[in-house]
């Protein structure tokens, strides 16, 4: 093996370290059910949202917590929240009809992203609150709901494009929403169509880590429910869409050791850490390094409610320097948050079976090939760098030492690399052991998953603890009711 090995090793939370160390369980329901297989746990789901409703309290703040649905699609994990207080967001047809199927009450659904005529019916007919896009889609929204004479329908204005005062950094551009310096002609659409339709307050998600960008954007809906109300709208809510992320890695140092070595190999001064010399984004342009980390920040301690916390303690320019908090509160605000990946955080486990293992070439890295294809563990597409956990196939089998290997994917296809990194496992894996990926539920279980060569794609488990054991089921199969843990 060339070198110390450079470990990734997983954060792992009580549910999902005691899982892996259910070996035996984790076997029989591979044998059963295939590789690759889902585990999902539903109860993490609601623990998590404890977490999140904890900095409301510290902060005595209202508001709701929508589940941003489309980082899963499991039933169980949104039949669980059903059983909370929680609310979701729905951002398509299937994922509505899901969510009121699972027992979630139009009060607590937001349909957001691009909408159908379809969805916009089914959302205005149920009376779900409506993330509106912009003019069009308010005029639309407005056409349905007068031709079908439906209820007035709650919406919320997603907007983006905030500065600050003084300092111009634009938050950046994105695709959904209307920008704040179109705000005047859809003021004026909503005061236009105010018998059909009820704005309640502004909305902005912004698909980046920054806090600063986050704490503008706030700001600027602080300023723009300001100009609302003082022509005479009743706003009373602001929603600040997802992204507050997750922690990943166990440790900090190793992921700093291991960035510095992987730009280490980029320039050549140390053997190569990757498939074919891939760079994450880094270059080597005649012996220096050009481009950036195209990363997830795995080792990212400030996520999910943390994040959110020091969100709402950032101060705003333009209101005297005054916390974010302090401002939602004065004014009695609603605060409303849809996080995704920050609520799956130590939700799921994804299981692959070791198919081969096959010595390297010069006695390289090994090459292990796995029943799963690149999309079904799609932590590489979100460019989240982890080491997958070993759980042998005979548990008395005696370690033998760490070992490099790749991991290979099951399509005929040389591109289907499960990650294009080396990876570094304490002990060798042999076939029929079950190499787990640990906390994939955020958009790396379901999200990617194809059919491609008629393989199948992933089922998915439940798993819950009741009186010290694991307990499972198949996750279409899971309700909320007494048998389950944690539910009543
Ligand atoms: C994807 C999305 C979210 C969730 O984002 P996370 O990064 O998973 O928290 C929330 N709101 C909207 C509108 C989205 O598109």
């Known amino acids: ?252 140092e190793q992921w700093e050791r291991y960035t510095t070595e992987l730009t280490r190999a980029v320039l050549g001064t140390r053997p190569p850490l990757t498939w074919g010399g891939h760079g994450y984004g880094l270059r080597n342009e005649g012996g220096t390094l050009h481009g950036s980390l195209g990363l997830y920040p795995a080792h990212r301690p400030v996520a999910g409610p943390r994040y959110l916390d020091e969100l709402l303690t950032r101060p705003a320019v333009s209101f005297d320097g005054r916390p974010l908090a302090a401002l939602l509160l004065e004014h009695l605000y609603d605060l409303h948050i849809e996080p995704g990946r920050a609520l799956l955080d130590q939700c799921g486990l994804t299981l692959a079976k070791v198919l081969e293992v096959r010595t390297g070439e010069d006695g390289g890295e090994l090459l292990v090939r796995l029943a799963a294809k690149a999309d079904d563990v799609a932590l590489e597409e979100h460019g989240v760098l982890m080491d997958p956990v070993v759980v042998p196939r005979d548990p008395a089998r005696p370690g033998d030492g760490p070992v490099a290997v790749h991991l290979f994917g099951s399509l005929c296809l040389e591109t289907d690399l499960v990650t294009r990194r080396t990876v570094f496992l304490p002990r060798r894996p042999a076939p029929g052991d079950l190499l787990v990926f640990a906390n994939t539920a955020g958009y790396c279980m379901d999200f990617h998953a194809t059919h491609a060569q008629r393989q199948p794609v992933a089922r998915k488990v439940a798993a819950w603890q009741e009186g010290g054991a694991w307990r499972w089921c198949l996750d279409d199969q899971y309700w909320p009711i007494t048998s389950v843990g944690g539910a009543q």
């Open 1 to 252: 093996m060339g070198g110390q090995p450079l470990y990734l090793a997983p954060r792992l939370g009580e549910r999902l370290r005691s899982l892996l160390e259910s070996g035996e369980l984790l076997h029989t329901l591979t044998d059963a059910l295939g590789s690759p297989l889902n585990l999902v746990v539903p109860d993490q789901l609601a623990a998590n949202l404890e977490q999140f409703r904890s900095v409301y309290r510290r902060h005595q703040l209202s508001g709701q917590v929508f589940f941003a649905h489309k980082a899963n699609r499991s039933s169980a994990l949104l039949r669980r929240l059903a059983a909370t207080d929680a609310g979701v967001d729905v951002a398509s047809l299937a994922e509505l009809q899901h969510v009121l199927g699972a027992g979630f009450t139009p009060d607590r659904v937001m349909a957001t992203g691009p909408k159908n005529p379809e969805f916009l019916w089914l959302a205005a007919r149920t009376s779900v609150t409506v993330a509106v896009d912009g003019c069009d889609e308010l005029e639309q929204l407005a056409g349905l709901v007068r031709k079908h004479a439906l209820a007035r329908v709650r919406v919320l204005l997603r907007l983006w494009g905030f500065e600050t005062s003084g300092v111009r950094v634009l938050t950046r551009r994105s695709r959904f929403g209307t920008p704040v310096s179109e705000l005047e002609p859809l003021l004026e659409a909503v005061e236009r169509h105010g018998d059909v339709v009820d704005p309640v307050g502004v909305a902005y998600h912004l698909d980046t880590t920054g806090l600063g960008e986050k704490a503008t954007a706030l700001e600027g809906c602080l300023r723009v429910l300001e100009e609302c109300r003082s022509r005479g709208l009743r706003t009373v809510a602001v929603d600040v869409g997802g992204g507050f992320g997750a922690d990943y890695l166990a440790d900090g």
